[in-house]
Nanobody, 114 residues
Framework: QVQLVESGGGLVQAGGSLRLSCAAS????????MGWYRQAPGKQRELVAR???????NYGDSAKDRFTISRDNAKNTVSLQMNSLKPEDTAVYFC????????WGQGTQVTVSS
């Protein structure tokens, strides 16, 4: 059984920063591609950033130059450092693990006030 637990969401003013963390249980972590997705009200879920087991990184257009994804295989965690936040970054952020099967966390709310 794989469990993903997100933390670090909250309310921040525009221009501020937040750091999201995802703790993964189970033995798949070191082999899995880990990612962050987000879903705003009325919109489809979209990729924010993902990192493979080998460290290759992809960012969604909204995250480029502002967000940084990282992983710690020793601690089974993946983090997302978000800087220069904008009101349009307001969404529920989900942690994702892919290792043959997609696993999702329950999500953490990020709200950016103007």
């Amino acid at each position: 059984q794989v469990q993903l637990v997100e933390s670090g969401g909250g309310l921040v003013q525009a221009g501020g920063s937040l750091r999201l963390s995802c703790a993964a249980s189970g033995r798949i972590f070191r082999f899995a591609t880990m990612g962050w997705y987000r879903q705003a009200p009325g919109k489809q879920r979209e990729l924010v950033a993902r990192i493979t087991s080998g460290g290759s990184i992809n960012y969604g257009d909204s995250a480029k130059d502002r967000f940084t994804i990282s992983r710690d295989n020793a601690k089974n965690t993946v983090s997302l450092q978000m800087n220069s936040l904008k009101p349009e970054d307001t969404a529920v952020y989900f942690c994702n693990a892919v290792s043959g099967i997609d696993y999702w966390g329950q999500g953490t709310q990020v709200t950016v006030s103007s």
